[in-house]
C-alpha cells in the first residue's frame, strides 16, 4: 500500500462545522476525510478517490462575518460569524490507486466551507510517496490526528480494536447524491489507534 | 454492628503517658459492643494479645491495612538514622503538599480521666457521623501513624477509608468469602497468615472514569450541561458512597468488587445524559491495589458512549452532532433563529437557567467582558508530584527509601480533602472582592465573573496565587499537578473557543484575553510577574497601539534608545527578560484597559 504525501497551503480556509444557534460556524481543526476527500473527487472528477489530513501550523484564526442573501425575498438573514485560519499550512494524505496514480505534482482546488466568498483557495504540492514495505514497523500506536469513517479505516491502514482503544466518536457527511446525504460514524482526532504514524499526532507506549 | 470507623479511637490516647495501647485491649474496663470487639480486634500483631476471632474484624483487619497510607512494614530507618531522642515521634500530619512546622510530641489523651470519657462514648454505642462530630478536630490533627516519615495522613482520612473498605469487603460475601470455622482456634500468627493468604487471593477492581460531553455549548442554558454533568458525579457518589475514593468535577476513581457491574450502571446513565465517558479499570489482588492503574497488570482502556447508529439522516444534532436532531426545530424566540437538536441536547436547553446570571448577562445591552476561570486537576501528575515530595520527606527522615514508593489511596483521599477546601476557599475569595451579582458558580472549579476591566484579571491571579500557596506550597518545587486557565471574552463571543481555550494548560497558569494575547506562566513565577513595576497608563496605552499594529514594532519601540520613552520603558525590559516579551506584552495591554 502507498500513499502520495501533499503539502496543502491556503491564505484562508475554514474546515466548516455546522453552524451553531444560526449565527457561528466553527472549524475543524483538522483536514478530515469527508472535507478533502470530496474537495478531490469534485476536482478530478473520479470516485475512487480516499485522503484525510492534518493541520501542520497557522498563523492566526480570525472571524469572517457574513450575512446571507435570501434570494427569493432579496433580504439579509441574520449574520453568520464563520472562523477562519489565516496562512494555514497543512499536510495531506492519498491514498494511491489507479485513480489517483496520475495526480499531479502541484494543483489548487477549492475546500472549506464560504468558497463563493473567496475562502479555501488551497495548493496542494506534493512532497513524497510513502510506501508501506513492513506493515510491522509501519504502524504505530497512537492517537490520531484526523477524521475518518469506521467504514474507511482499512483504506488508511488504521486499526481500531473496540476493546482495547479508546475512541472519540463522531460523524462525518457522506454524500448519497448531489444534493442527499447522510452522516456516517467516524473516528475523530484524540482517538486511540494503531495507524501509519502521519497520521497520528501523538505515539503511546 | 461494627462502627468500623471507630477502630483507631484508642489512638488519641497517649500510650506512653498512660500505658493503654490503642487498642484498648488492657482498659481495666471492657465493653461487649460489636464497635468494642472491632476495636480490640483489629490487630494481627505480635504487639498486641488480642486479635481477629471472627469474620467481621478480620475484615476490620484488613480494611485497616488497606486504608493505611504507606505499607505497613515498608519505611525502614536506614543507615545514619537519628536517634529516638533526635527523630521523636511526630503525632500531627505532614501534609507533603502543605508540611507544616509544628510538631505534637504527644497524642491528646494523657491522662486516665481522658480515657473515662472515651469510655463512656463507646459505652452509649456511637454511630460513625456522631464519632466524626464530636472528635472531628482530633481526627483532623492527629496522624494515622506518629512515626516521622509514615504521619502523612490524618486518622480522619483514615478512619473514613477503613469504613468504606469495611463494607465493601462485607458487602459481597461470595467475592471475599470468609467462614467463622476458618478462624476456629486460630493463634494471632495463624490469623496473620490468614490475612496474607487473603489479601493475595481476594480481588477489587479500581475503575477510573473521565467524564465527557460531547454538546458544544452555544446558548446560556446550554452552559446547563456542567450542572447536569455536576449532577451525575453527585449521583454515583450517592448510588455508591462507598467506592468513590477519589472525585473531581468532572473525574472518580472507584474501588468496587466487580467492574463490569459498575460500568453497566454508568452505561445506563450515559445513554440517558449523551455523555461519554473515558475509563480505565484493572482487577488485582488486594495486597496490590494502588491510586496508579496503568502499574497494574492487564489494565484496560474503554469508552461509553451512549448507542451510536452506524449512520445518521439529516437532521444531525447541530450541538452534540452524535444523535439525529428532532424534525421540529427549536426556535429562538427573539431571533427566530431554528435550531437542529436532539431529544437530550433539547433536554439540557429546557432544563431552565441552571446558571441564571448568564441569561440576564446576555440582555444587558452593553454586551459585557466575562472573564472564565478554571482550575484543572491532572490525576496521573498529581501522583507523580506525590511520589516525588514523600520521597523528599521520607529522605529528610533519613528513613531508607523503598526502591518503588507508593503512594496509596489513603494519600489521594487527603489531598483530595484539601483540594475541595482549597476551590471553595478560592470561590469564597473571589466572592469577597468582586460584586456578588458579578459571579456565577458553574462548577466548584469553574466560576465565571462579569467584570468592567481587564486589569482586573490582576486582582484574580493575585487571589488565586494566595490561595495556592496557604494550600498547596510544595507544587511550586515540582511540576504542579493543578492548572489555572483564565479567558477572558465577550459575552457574546462562542462559548466552544472559550472552552478550546480553558482546556489549552500548557502551563500552570495560562491567561487568554481575546483580541490581546495570552500569558503562561509557572505558578511559582505568578508573584514576582504581578509585581513587575509598569509604567505610566500613557505609556501602556502607547505601546498597546504600537503592537497592534505589529507586535514586533512594539518590540523595538521598548529597546529604541531614540525613544523618549526610553528610560521609562526599563522596568518592562527587565520583565521581558524575566517572563519573555509575549508574556509582559499582554499584561502591558491588559493593565492599560
Known amino acids: 500500500m502507498s500513499f502520495l504525501e501533499y503539502q496543502l497551503k491556503s491564505e484562508a480556509i475554514c474546515f466548516g462545522e455546522r453552524i451553531k444557534k444560526g449565527t457561528y460556524r466553527p472549524t475543524a481543526m483538522t483536514i478530515p476525510y469527508s472535507q478533502i476527500t470530496g474537495a478531490l473527487r469534485a476536482f478530478f472528477g473520479r470516485q475512487n478517490i480516499h485522503a484525510a489530513g492534518c493541520i501542520v501550523n497557522y498563523a492566526q484564526k480570525g472571524y469572517l462575518n457574513f450575512s446571507p442573501k435570501d434570494n427569493v425575498t432579496g433580504t439579509s438573514k441574520l449574520p453568520v460569524t464563520t472562523e477562519v485560519l489565516i496562512n494555514m499550512e497543512g499536510k495531506v494524505f492519498v491514498v494511491k490507486n489507479e485513480d489517483t496514480v496520475d495526480f499531479p505534482n502541484n494543483f489548487s482546488l477549492m475546500i472549506g466551507a464560504l468558497r463563493t466568498r473567496g475562502l479555501g483557495v488551497a495548493q496542494l504540492k506534493k512532497i513524497r510517496e510513502i510506501e508501506m514495505i513492513d506493515k510491522g514497523q509501519f504502524l504505530k500506536h497512537g492517537i490520531l490526528n484526523t477524521r475518518i469513517p469506521l467504514e474507511h479505516l482499512d483504506k488508511f491502514e488504521v486499526i481500531f480494536d473496540e476493546k482495547r482503544m479508546t475512541p472519540v466518536y463522531g460523524y462525518l457527511f457522506k454524500p448519497t447524491s448531489i444534493s442527499t446525504g447522510d452522516y456516517v460514524l467516524s473516528l475523530f482526532e484524540g482517538s486511540e489507534v494503531r495507524g501509519p504514524e502521519f497520521l497520528l499526532k501523538e505515539l503511546l507506549s | ?593
Open chain 2, 1 to 593: 454492628m461494627i462502627e468500623p470507623e471507630l477502630h483507631d479511637i484508642g489512638k488519641f490516647i497517649d500510650y506512653k503517658a498512660t500505658g493503654i495501647k490503642h487498642n484498648l485491649e488492657n482498659y481495666p474496663l471492657q465493653l461487649t459492643t460489636d464497635t468494642w470487639k472491632g476495636i480490640v480486634e483489629h490487630h494481627c500483631s505480635p504487639n498486641f494479645d488480642r486479635y481477629p476471632a471472627c469474620p467481621d474484624t478480620f475484615k476490620l483487619c484488613i480494611a485497616d491495612d488497606l486504608a493505611s497510607s504507606f505499607s505497613r512494614y515498608s519505611v525502614e530507618r536506614g543507615e545514619g538514622s537519628l536517634t529516638e531522642e533526635e527523630d521523636p515521634y511526630d503525632f500531627s500530619i505532614y501534609k507533603i503538599w502543605n508540611p507544616s512546622n509544628q510538631i505534637m510530641k504527644q497524642s491528646f489523651i494523657t491522662s486516665f480521666e481522658g480515657i473515662k470519657e472515651i469510655y463512656s462514648f463507646l459505652a452509649k454505642n456511637p454511630t460513625a457521623e456522631e464519632f466524626f462530630v464530636q472528635y472531628n478536630d482530633w481526627l483532623k490533627k492527629r496522624a494515622e501513624d506518629a512515626k516521622r516519615g509514615q504521619n502523612i495522613t490524618s486518622l480522619y482520612t483514615h478512619s473514613k477509608l477503613t469504613g468504606q473498605f469495611f463494607r465493601i469487603l462485607t458487602s459481597d460475601n461470595s467475592s471475599f468469602s470468609l467462614i467463622p470455622e476458618e478462624l476456629k482456634g486460630l493463634a494471632n500468627k495463624e490469623v496473620d497468615n490468614l490475612r496474607k493468604q487473603k489479601k493475595n487471593k481476594w480481588k477489587l477492581s479500581i475503575v477510573q472514569c473521565q467524564i465527557n460531553f460531547a454538546q458544544t455549548p452555544m446558548r446560556a442554558r446550554d452552559m446547563n450541561v456542567f450542572k447536569i454533568q455536576e449532577s451525575l458525579i453527585e449521583c454515583i457518589r450517592k448510588e455508591l458512597p462507598d467506592n468513590v475514593f477519589f472525585s473531581t468535577s468532572n473525574e472518580l476513581v472507584l474501588i468496587v468488587p466487580d467492574a463490569q457491574e459498575v460500568l453497566t450502571k454508568l452505561r445506563k446513565k450515559v445513554g440517558e445524559l449523551g455523555f461519554w465517558l473515558k475509563i480505565t479499570y484493572a482487577e488485582t489482588q488486594l495486597s496490590a491495589i494502588k491510586p496508579q492503574l496503568e502499574e497494574i497488570q492487564g489494565n484496560k482502556q474503554i469508552a461509553l458512549y451512549p448507542e451510536l447508529p452506524k449512520e445518521i439522516s439529516p437532521p444531525i444534532c447541530e450541538l452534540c452532532q452524535l444523535s439525529k436532531a428532532k424534525e421540529q426545530p427549536w426556535i429562538d424566540e427573539e431571533s427566530g433563529i431554528r435550531e437542529f437538536i436532539c431529544e437530550r441536547c433539547w433536554k439540557i436547553r429546557e432544563a431552565g437557567s441552571l446558571l441564571p446570571k448568564f441569561v440576564d448577562w446576555e440582555k444587558m445591552e452593553q454586551n459585557p467582558d466575562v472573564c472564565w476561570v478554571k482550575v484543572w486537576l491532572d490525576y496521573r501528575m498529581l501522583l507523580s508530584a506525590l511520589k516525588k515530595l514523600y520521597k523528599e520527606y521520607l529522605e529528610k527522615t533519613k528513613a531508607k527509601i523503598p526502591q518503588d514508593i507508593d503512594i496509596k489511596f489513603p494519600i489521594i483521599s487527603e489531598f483530595n480533602q484539601d483540594y475541595k477546601e482549597f476551590l471553595s476557599d478560592l470561590q469564597d475569595n473571589i466572592c469577597r472582592n468582586f460584586d456578588l451579582k458579578s459571579i456565577q458558580e458553574i462548577l466548584p472549579d469553574f466560576v465565571a465573573i462579569k467584570i468592567n476591566s481587564l486589569s482586573e484579571i490582576r486582582l484574580i491571579l493575585s487571589i488565586y496565587q494566595e490561595t495556592f500557596e496557604k494550600y498547596f506550597p510544595k507544587f511550586y518545587e515540582v511540576d504542579s499537578p493543578l492548572k489555572l486557565s483564565i479567558v477572558v471574552s465577550n459575552i457574546k463571543f462562542p462559548f466552544s473557543e472559550v472552552w478550546r481555550l480553558l482546556s489549552d494548560v500548557t502551563s500552570e497558569v495560562n491567561v487568554h484575553t481575546i483580541g490581546k494575547g495570552a500569558i503562561h506562566l509557572k505558578g511559582k513565577d505568578v508573584r514576582a510577574f504581578l509585581e513587575i513595576n509598569l509604567p505610566s497608563k500613557t505609556l501602556l496605552h502607547k505601546l498597546t497601539q504600537i503592537s497592534k499594529i505589529s507586535s514586533k514594532l512594539g518590540r523595538i519601540t521598548l529597546y529604541d534608545k531614540r525613544d523618549r520613552d526610553f528610560l521609562r520603558y526599563e522596568p518592562l525590559r527587565r520583565a521581558i527578560a524575566q517572563f519573555g516579551y509575549k508574556n509582559v506584552l499582554t499584561y502591558a495591554k491588559i493593565m492599560s484597559d
